[in-house]
T-cell receptor, first 116, second 114 residues
Framework: GAVVSQHPSRVICKSGTSVKIECRSL??????MFWYRQFPKQSLMLMATSNEGSKATYEQGVEKDKFLINHASLTLSTLTVTSAHPEDSSFYIC????????????FGSGTRLTVV | AQSVTQPDIHITVSEGASLELRCNYS??????LFWYVQSPGQGLQLLLKYFSGDTLVQGIKGFEAEFKRSQSSFNLRKPSVHWSDAAEYFC????????????FGKGTKLSVIP
């Protein structure tokens, strides 16, 4: 089946630094990538949607200059948290779908970001 | 407002007992409906989905869900729960008709007593 590999699974960084999270589709072309943020014991909140080769569309309240999303290829999307602060600490999950299965969302295993 | 509601935050069942997790949606039309399971610190795995047709949907791991239009519900069921089913369960919807964005309920945590 479709697999999305998300790395790193855990990362600790200092305040003010940037962190990059990668999601790769291993066996399909991810034409659309979704990035979610999940707070402890809460649901997934959509941050942004990106289509390959296009700029990401951010949800209301999400700072696009802080959460940089790149989807330059059909197999790779990245989320960069710039100038991270402790309040950015969270669980970030990506999800990908393809033209062949628009509603077949494949999720990465998530990244636990801790900003100290 | 459009929403997905999972009324139960936490459910505890004994191993071998039956399970029903509730999900209600509030949309003008019937959305596409999904159930996902999430183990701690992991991503989400699709259990089943409903787009149209037969209102009783079979999924993986012995789960099923029934769509009831009159109640705007899509409840998840399992006749006999296993200890390995302990996890967080999310109901999610997509409006369809050109929309591809998943909207999630707040989740129900399932605990299983041996």
């Amino acid at each position: 089946g479709a697999v999305v590999s998300q790395h790193p699974s855990r990362v600790i960084c200092k305040s003010g630094t940037s962190v990059k999270i990668e999601c790769r589709s291993l066996d399909f072309q991810a034409t659309t990538m979704f990035w979610y943020r999940q707070f402890p014991k809460q649901s997934l909140m959509l941050m942004a949607t990106s289509n390959e080769g296009s700029k990401a569309t951010y949800e209301q309240g999400v700072e696009k200059d802080k959460f940089l999303i790149n989807h330059a290829s059909l197999t790779l999307s990245t989320l960069t948290v710039t100038s991270a602060h402790p309040e950015d600490s969270s669980f970030y999950i990506c999800s990908a779908s393809s033209l062949r299965d628009l509603y077949g969302y494949t999720f990465g295993s998530g990244t636990r970001l801790t900003v100290v | 407002a459009q929403s997905v509601t999972q009324p139960d935050i936490h459910i505890t069942v004994s191993e071998g007992a039956s399970l029903e997790l509730r999900c209600n949606y509030s949309y003008g039309a019937t959305p596409y409906l999904f159930w996902y399971v999430q183990s701690p610190g992991q991503g989400l795995q699709l259990l089943l989905k409903y787009f149209s047709g037969d209102t009783l949907v079979q999924g993986i791991k012995g789960f099923e869900a029934e769509f009831k239009r009159s109640q705007s519900s899509f409840n998840l069921r399992k006749p006999s729960v296993h200890w390995s089913d302990a996890a967080e369960y999310f109901c999610a919807v997509v409006l369809g008709a050109g929309s591809y964005q998943l909207t999630f309920g707040k989740g129900t945590k399932l605990s299983v007593i041996p």
